[in-house]
């Protein structure tokens, strides 16, 4: 574990860590969580406002926002770390199921600024429904044209 001395954490404190991050101060120790888990990379604790009991974020210890922005090795460590925690969820809750969520922006309902990936254990039972609402394609031509549009736009 790398002293508070280290060259290393003095630069990840002043240029990764965003201070008006919520959960860049959770990191930090400057507020309190419910720690599930942590690594070097990554930090998994109870979500305060659970859709389900045992409502787990998973986020990146660097300030990194959104998901596009997200280094690969960064990303890396933390979907597999969304595996573990949802795995313990099935282990420890014996759930049925397990949502992953992942927000980017506003229009997408995002509102901490910071990449997390929600792990919500499910029930079958637990009275938490989506309101997915399908609008089919009104035309497959529209739905190849979007296609067409997103294949050009791969990088
Ligand atoms: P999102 O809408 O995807 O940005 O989700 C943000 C999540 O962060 C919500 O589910 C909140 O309940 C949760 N949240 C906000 N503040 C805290 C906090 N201090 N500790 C734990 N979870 C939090």
């Known amino acids: ?9 003095i630069l990840h ?5 965003n201070s008006t991050s919520i959960f860049c ?7 309190p969580s419910c720690k599930v ?8 604790f109870m979500d305060i406002g659970p859709i389900v009991p045992g409502h787990t974020l998973v986020i990146p210890k660097i300030h990194v926002d959104p998901l596009t922005a997200a ?4 990303l890396q460590k933390l979907i597999l770390v969304v595996q573990s925690i949802a795995r313990a969820q099935f ?12 927000s980017n922006g506003r229009a997408a309902g995002q509102v901490v600024p910071h990449l997390h ?35 050009g736009a791969l990088e």
């Not at 280094?71 to 960064?74: F, K």
């Not at 029930?123 to 044209?145: I, L």
């Open 1 to 9: 574990m790398p002293g508070r001395n280290c060259a290393f954490c």
């Open 13 to 17: 404190s002043a240029f990764l860590l």
């Open 25 to 31: 101060k959770i990191v930090a120790g400057q507020l």
């Open 37 to 44: 888990y942590e690594d070097t990379i990554t930090l998994a």
């Open 71 to 74: 280094p690969p090795e960064v």
């Open 91 to 102: 282990k420890a809750f014996q759930a049925d199921g397990v949502n992953v969520i992942q």
């Open 117 to 151: 990936f929600h792990v919500i254990p499910r029930f079958a039972a637990d009275g938490h429904h989506w309101n997915w609402q399908p609008r089919p394609y009104a035309k497959n031509d529209e739905m190849e044209a979007l296609a067409e549009k997103i294949k």
